[in-house]
């Protein structure tokens, strides 16, 4: 059998430096050293609320106070008025509990190895004595299960612990444990840092652990009835269920912690029967048949890449050993963390995907949807795993309906919107509770740029009925609030105004401010929005509305276009603004050359230059993204030098700043945020094959001269179309072989467009049934 990349020669035991596991609605990370493993549990809905019910009092003629100040040329008077606007913050997702497998006499030998089996789905922790542990998440009955083995017998106890306040620890039945929780009622800031309060109205939830003993030995609960005590056993599995009282965003919660723990229990049950070996067996063929759908190899390695530890690569790559086969293992990675963290009915990555060890983690774990969120989901379909976009669609469907109340009461508009922020409870007003600065705070446009995702999911799957149910509604319902947004600027043209660019400022005299009559950010937004509207109406049918189109038509062709500044870049704000930060970590301006693709062929130049000024080095989310938009615009070279930052090891003791990886691979902002990791993977998609042109089909559009040969199966394309095989040699691509779906564009037509070894372009018709082509 082939030796995973993906492993340590060593304990772990800081949180980042564990290995995930999960299913979508149930996670975990996983440490450990020779004498323990620890699994830290997460559960998708175990969130800290639900708020008090009830919008912010809002000043009358609040924005148009605001647009006075602008028009003034009072840019920080008019954030400080946006401050009213400023709802609650938003809720934490929360940590259940950490579930410990403990042995007691003397230590083990030294280790573990640790392997993370991507392919397969499952953590593996190995001792030289012959002692194995395994932990996955499955779907089929949606349990963790943990699996030990040992070649002697063993003593040793199963206990949970929690960083919840609020809490209770209790055996249920002979065999297993069941920690009940509490999540805080609300999680935000003041001025002196976090603020945790608690409220019956709070969530519960209730975790249990059965075991089962395989062959000798016994399992009973200790005295004080806070552990399982496990005796003379060789192998036990662990089944692993959480149940929060979350009924859905819009109802309150009704259940006690005992009543999730005995619904948990219920669910553990179908699946005690179940042997090991069936039970993982099943688990690799579900998880394994997704991962590999795509599979790309970057030339032939000398030394096999797992020959070496993971952390022990990444820190010989820092000191300047070429290691291309991390890049793999790094989009590999991206794929697993979507498949593990975003499931279909489950809630939607967040800030941290699925895991989370503190009650008042970075940034709440929350949802910001003004980059982070839909960075999550830019690999979802090229990277063939459409239906991990699943939870991210609905979210904006469920904002649709939560956020008709903030376009009526702040904006006076129609439809709906959401700001920069979300949660599990759908909040959707500005967040900061009247201290927040609006350069992140006050941003309408979340909602537009989530539907860029409903539309992305249409554009590669090309599916009708999920096109006329929900993508072209919701999408229609964000569309009128950004018409009834539109007003005239002074050269007569449309802009959004108050108008911001996450989360950027530049300079007045009054001090830093971020506050404008219109940005490119917005402009470019609305025009993706609105074409995409357009384009599919005829698709739709039934669902596209004549009048919004008419609408839409009218105001297209007015909206003020992007605009270069006299240095070359493109312009960020309403007119020339020098930043406050120029190698700022967001590029917002820059969202119409990646993800979107709006950008007119005479403003690449200047998004060149603007990405250029904003520099390499960032933060690694930000770092992914830079390397996505150097692919966009066609400079492999370039993006592999940013993909060679990401890959930078960050020490998981906090010891540095700068963006990278921590030895397991995910991403340090610094601290953890996952988002970096989905941007990877999508970035190294765009490098191999681009697809936003209508009617063609870029093939190693940005090819850096690291990866002279290689191959990629499985990458999806625009218009309904997967690549089954794109191989390259010295540079070109030599073969490719496409499947065309049934409502694929064109009937199946598209045109492949690439480059010779002499630079020129190329190009050739590709016809459903035409199979694979030699590119010679």
């Not at 799957?461 to 319902?477: I, K, N, Y």
């Amino acid at each position: 059998m082939e030796r995973s990349p993906f492993w340590f020669d060593g304990p772990a035991t800081r949180w980042v430096e564990g290995l995930p596991v999960g299913n979508g609605r149930l996670g975990a990370m996983v440490l450990g050293d020779a004498a323990q493993l620890c699994c830290s549990v997460n559960e998708d809905t175990f969130w800290s609320g639900p708020p008090s019910p009830g919008e912010p009092d809002v000043p009358a003629g609040l924005l148009e106070a605001v647009d006075a100040e602008l028009g003034a040329g009072r840019h920080v008077a008019a954030g400080e008025l946006l401050k009213a606007a400023q709802g609650r913050n938003a809720e934490a997702f929360q940590p259940v509990g950490d579930l410990v497998l403990r042995w007691t006499g003397p230590p083990g030998p030294a280790g573990p190895r640790r392997e993370l089996d991507l392919a397969g789905g499952v953590v593996r922790h190995r001792l030289a004595d012959g002692t194995v542990a395994e932990v996955l998440a499955e779907v089929r009955h949606g349990l963790l299960l943990l699996h030990w083995e040992s070649p002697v017998p063993r003593d040793g106890e199963l206990s949970w612990r929690t960083p919840q306040r609020r809490h209770a620890i209790r055996p249920q039945g002979a065999d297993a444990l069941a920690l009940l929780v509490a999540a805080p009622s609300r999680v935000g800031r003041d001025e002196h840092g976090p603020v945790v309060e608690y409220a019956e109205h709070a969530l519960r939830a209730g975790a249990v652990a059965r075991v089962r003993v395989e062959g000798a030995g016994s399992v009973e609960p200790a005295a004080d009835g806070r552990a399982l005590r496990l005796r003379g056993v060789r192998a036990v599995t662990v089944f692993v269920n959480v149940v929060t009282g979350f009924e859905g965003w819009d109802r309150p919660p009704v259940r006690d912690e005992q009543a999730c723990a005995t619904a948990a229990a219920r669910g553990i049950a179908p699946a005690v029967p179940e042997a090991w070996a069936e039970l993982r067996a099943r688990h690799a063929a579900e998880h394994s048949a997704r991962m590999g759908r795509v599979t790309l190899r970057l030339g032939r390695p000398p030394v096999p890449p797992g020959t070496r530890p993971l952390d022990v690569r990444l820190r010989a790559r820092a000191r300047g050993e070429p290691d291309e086969q991390l890049v793999p293992v790094l989009f590999d990675f991206g794929r697993y963390l979507l498949l593990g963290s975003s499931r279909p009915g489950t809630e939607p990555a967040h800030l941290q995907g699925l895991w989370n060890d503190q009650v008042t983690p970075p940034w709440n774990c929350d949802y910001t949807v003004n980059i982070n969120t839909p960075m999550n989901y830019w690999p979802a379909e090229p990277a063939a795993l459409p239906e991990c976009h699943e939870p991210l669609l609905r979210l904006a469907a469920e904002l649709a309906s939560a956020g008709r109340g903030v376009a009526r009461a702040l904006h006076g508009a129609r439809g709906w919107a959401c700001h920069h922020n979300t949660d599990l409870w759908r909040g959707t007003w500005p967040v900061g509770e009247g201290r927040d600065d609006p350069m992140w705070s006050f941003w309408p446009m979340g909602g537009v740029w989530l539907c860029l995702h409903l539309a992305e999911h249409w554009e590669f799957g090309r599916d009708r009925d999920f096109l006329r149910r929900t993508a072209w509604p919701v999408a229609a319902g964000a569309a009128r609030f950004a018409l009834d947004l539109l007003h005239e600027d002074e050269g007569g043209l449309l802009v959004t105004g108050p108008a911001t660019s996450p989360e950027n400022r530049f300079v007045t005299a009054d001090g830093p401010a971020s506050v404008d009559r219109s940005t490119t950010m917005d402009g470019t937004l609305l025009r993706e929005l609105f074409a995409f509207l357009e384009r599919s109406a005829a698709d739709a049918g039934g669902a596209a509305d004549a009048g919004l189109l008419a609408e839409i038509a009218g105001a297209l062709p007015r909206l003020r276009p992007p605009a270069v500044g006299p240095d070359g870049r493109l312009l960020e704000w309403h007119v020339e603004r020098g930043e406050t930060e120029q190698a700022h970590r967001h590029l917002s301006h820059l969202v119409g050359v990646f993800p979107g693709s709006s950008l007119l062929p005479e403003h690449r130049a200047a998004a060149r230059r603007s990405l250029e000024g904003r520099g390499d080095e960032g933060t690694g989310w930000s770092t992914a993204w830079k390397a996505a938009l150097w692919a966009r615009l066609g400079d492999g070279d370039a993006a592999h030098r940013l993909l060679g930052l990401l890959l930078r090891p960050v020490p998981a003791d906090g010891s540095e700043d700068a963006g990278g990886v921590y030895p397991s691979l995910l991403c340090a902002h610094p601290p953890f945020q996952i988002d970096g990791n989905f941007g990877a993977t999508a970035a190294i998609a765009e490098m191999l094959l681009q697809s936003h042109r209508s009617g063609r089909l870029d093939l190693l559009p940005a090819l850096p001269a690291a990866w002279p040969d290689g191959e990629v199966r499985g990458l999806r394309a625009r218009g309904g179309f997967r690549v089954d095989l794109l191989a390259w040699a010295d540079g070109v691509p030599v073969r490719v072989d496409l499947t065309a779906a049934p409502e694929a564009v064109d009937g199946g037509t598209v045109r492949l467009c690439w480059r010779d070894a002499a630079g020129t372009p190329r190009e050739r018709l590709w016809r459903a049934g035409d199979g694979t082509v030699e590119l010679t």
